[in-house]
């Protein structure tokens, strides 16, 4: 079984503040994608990357995927009360079929 | 365009008792994917359906089941509920099967009592 683990699972800090959201495995993956998840609402895909070492900029949010294929980052500049919410990582893979398994979360809440 | 749109947003059951969600997904898309979310477990995937079919599915008891419409609408099953059923249960679309690429709906809030 694929198992991502994401780091860290919570994280509070100050409007402004730069932040970084890890998400590891030690499986390979075809693509992995970034969600975003509001109270009472699903998550809303933010990015897909599919090859290794590839970096996506997405206005202050910068997605990294691993050389290896098996890690991913999300950077946050200056961070704002709007992207508070919880951020999921998701890795496809095949066995047999391709499937999906998500990271646990990290739980980010930006203080003004 | 009409995004995921899941029905009922909130349920209150009893222990033993069967549910069944609904899931319209967004129009044009053929795959409807649902996964249960906990805040222990996180989100794990149910099943996945297209052309009415299932065509993958996770590691959940048979008390789970689902099936999909020709129009693509898509329903899940839970009998015999138990405590641990309570959760968020997410319908996600797609336009093609096995795509990673997913439109997830507001998802329906379980509690089992």
């Known amino acids: 079984t694929q198992l991502l683990e994401q780091s860290p699972q919570f994280l509070s800090i100050q409007e402004g503040e730069n932040l970084t959201v890890y998400c590891n495995s030690s499986s390979v993956f075809s693509s992995l994608q970034w969600y975003r998840q509001e109270p009472g609402e699903g998550p809303v895909l933010l990015v897909t990357?599919?090859?290794?070492?590839e970096v996506k900029k997405l206005k202050r949010l910068t997605f990294q995927f691993g050389d290896a294929r098996k890690d991913s980052s999300l950077h946050i500049t200056a961070a704002q009360p709007g992207d508070t919410g919880l951020y999921l990582c998701a890795g496809a893979y095949v066995q047999g079929a391709q499937k999906l398994v998500f990271g646990q979360g990290t739980r980010l809440t930006i203080n003004p | 365009k009409a995004g995921v749109t899941q029905t009922p947003r909130y349920l209150i059951k009893t222990r033993g008792q069967q549910v069944t969600l609904s899931c319209s997904p967004i129009s044009g898309h053929r795959s409807v994917s649902w996964y249960q979310q906990t805040p222990g477990q996180g989100l794990q995937f149910l099943f996945e359906?297209?052309?009415?079919?299932?065509?993958n599915k996770g590691n959940f008891p048979g008390r789970f089941s689902g099936r999909q419409f020709s129009n693509s609408r898509s329903e899940m099953n839970v009998s015999t509920l138990e405590l641990g059923d309570s959760a968020l249960y997410l319908c996600?679309?797609?336009?093609?099967?096995?795509?990673?690429?997913?439109?997830f709906g507001s998802g329906t809030q379980l509690s089992v009592l």
């Open positions: 996600a679309s797609s336009r093609q099967l096995f795509n990673e690429k997913l439109f």
């Open positions: 359906y297209f052309s009415e079919t299932q065509r």
């Open positions: 990357v599919v090859t290794g070492g």
